[in-house]
């Protein structure tokens, strides 16, 4: 686990020393590993973009093309029944993915950037090197061995929210909905859904110390709340779309692609304490923080893509200690203790979770 930290440090410090002109900045996508290879140390998916910033629509407001290209090889674990739809750790099985993804979005302030509109194409190629290929109605993406999808994401951003990295105050909103439409995705598997989500952000500065004679930040503990509600359907949800819905997912310390209920709310509360900003790196803002948090989800209606109705409520608790390179990663390791539910990947409720943090959620 130490070689994995020390690995990701140093990779993140030397990508985010990369510098564009005034027009351009880089922007970090996403990262992800697989166990059986490259000894479950390197990446084997890495997604990553530039975002062009030198247009001028409306005067005071800011105006951003953004283009992000992904690629490589991810490892799924699937949760439910591919015969009757019921989801529990005994039905789980794994899927190796092949994939190339791609996405466009266009950004346009308003009101001097409080409020943020924008519009996104997302692209996915995937080809399933395991050969899952069966045919059934829970995973309809899967009946074939490779998988074309689309779909596009409109948004609104309500900002009140001072975010400095070490201190942080105010409120968010953001709201999406997102479209798959069977006309354009039959062209090869099958994907067919719409997706609303909803996240509201509240953040407080509950004690905040510089140093007296350089300011640098040295101490700081912040307060930030998360509501999510997302609701989610249609006649075939791919499997690349359920990771970011599901409850496993987004309470910390249960597993991925699990409790993909239709209707979800999750609260993620943090007590984020921050420690020591290190000046003696200039191209990149370096320092570690705790987070200690609080998770609790609650799930309605069928799972996606069956007729199972299962009303489910998951919590947890722990911490994540982290290392903060400038404002797109947070490397480090998460403790949690599952409160409520059960985590599949261990099969079985009331249990400590250890993993690795690549970013924060929020």
Same mark, same amino acid.
């Given at each position: ?79 439910? =029944? ?13 899927? =190796? ?65 001072? =975010? ?199």
């Amino acid at each position: 686990m130490k070689k994995k930290i020390t690995l990701f440090c140093l990779l993140l410090i030397f990508v985010s020393s990369f510098t564009f002109s005034s027009d351009y900045k880089f922007l970090f996508g996403a990262l992800g590993m697989h166990e059986d290879y490259l000894a479950g140390i390197g990446p084997t998916y890495l997604n990553v973009g530039v975002g062009k910033t030198d247009f001028n629509f409306l005067e005071d407001n800011s105006t951003e093309l953004q283009f992000y290209v992904g690629g490589g090889l991810e490892k799924r674990t699937l949760w439910n =029944d591919e015969s009757t739809g019921e989801n529990a750790a005994d039905n789980g099985f794994d899927l =190796d993915v092949i994939r190339a993804d791609w996405k466009v979005r266009l950004k346009q302030g308003f009101f001097n950037d409080v409020l943020t509109a924008s519009l996104a194409y997302d692209g996915i190629y995937e080809y399933y090197s395991d050969g899952a290929n069966f045919s059934s109605t829970v995973y309809p993406d899967l009946e074939g061995d490779n998988l074309l999808g689309t779909y596009f994401t409109g948004g609104l951003f309500l900002d009140f929210m001072n =975010d400095d990295m070490f201190v942080q105050d105010g409120v968010s909103l953001e709201t999406e909905f997102s479209i798959a439409p069977e006309q354009i995705n039959s062209l090869i598997g099958e994907s067919d859904f719409y997706s609303a989500n909803a996240e509201l952000i509240f953040a407080k500065t509950l004690l905040y110390t510089p140093a007296y004679d350089t300011g640098r930040n040295l101490f700081s503990l912040v307060l930030v709340d998360r509501f999510v509600a997302n609701y989610t359907d249609g006649d075939a949800v791919p499997t690349y779309f359920r990771k970011s819905i599901s409850l496993g997912r987004k309470v910390r310390g249960f597993s991925s692609y699990s409790y993909n209920n239709k209707l979800t709310f999750v609260n993620n509360l943090d007590l984020r304490v921050s420690l020591y900003e290190i000046d003696e790196i200039k191209f990149a803002r370096v320092f570690p923080r705790f987070n200690f948090f609080v998770d609790v989800g609650y799930g309605m209606l069928e799972y996606v893509n069956t007729n199972v109705s299962e009303n489910n409520l998951i919590a947890s608790t722990g911490v994540q200690a982290t290392i903060c390179v400038s404002d797109f990663a947070s490397l480090g390791y998460q403790y949690a203790y599952v409160l409520k539910g059960d985590n599949f990947d261990l099969g079985q409720s009331l249990v400590s979770v250890g993993s690795l943090v690549l970013m924060l959620d929020f």
